[in-house]
């Protein structure tokens, strides 16, 4: 079973950062359009932002865009969501996702089932 592992959530005050990371120990990223989704006490799971395999095309949700970005170091195979101007209704567990591709494809991947395998998910609470 694929396990990828987020890290870097935390408590931060309205207005400021965090970066989490997204990473699987043994196993190689670079074949994966990778996606970050969030869910908050009683809401559905949400699309929060995707990058293809290339890292040359990224996807955001309007809810996000201009402050959240993310990247992807194909040294480190690790998936990164920087994310600036935080804001209370940012609260939510992050999850990593993974969708494996066969060739480059850089088209629109934002439903959960898009993905076939999936992180933990690292808590994120923005405080006002």
């Known amino acids: 079973q694929v396990q990828l592992v987020e890290s870097g959530g935390g408590s931060v005050q309205a207005g400021g950062s965090l970066r989490l990371a997204c990473t699987a120990p043994g196993r190689i990223f670079s074949r994966a359009n990778m996606g970050w989704f969030r869910q908050a006490p009683g809401k559905e799971r949400e699309f929060v932002g995707s990058?293809?395999?290339?890292?040359?095309?990224?996807y955001y949700a309007e809810s996000v865009k201009g402050r959240f970005t993310i990247s992807r170091d194909k040294d480190k195979n690790t998936v990164y969501l920087q994310m600036n101007s935080l804001k209370p209704e940012d609260t939510a567990v992050y999850y990593c996702?993974?969708?494996?591709?066969?060739?480059?494809?850089?088209?629109?991947?934002?439903?959960?089932?898009?993905?076939?395998?999936w992180g933990q998910g690292t808590q994120v609470t923005v405080s006002s």
């Open positions: 996702a993974e969708k494996q591709t066969i060739l480059s494809d850089n088209r629109y991947f934002g439903t959960a089932s898009d993905y076939s395998h």
């Open positions: 990058i293809s395999r290339s890292g040359g095309t990224t």
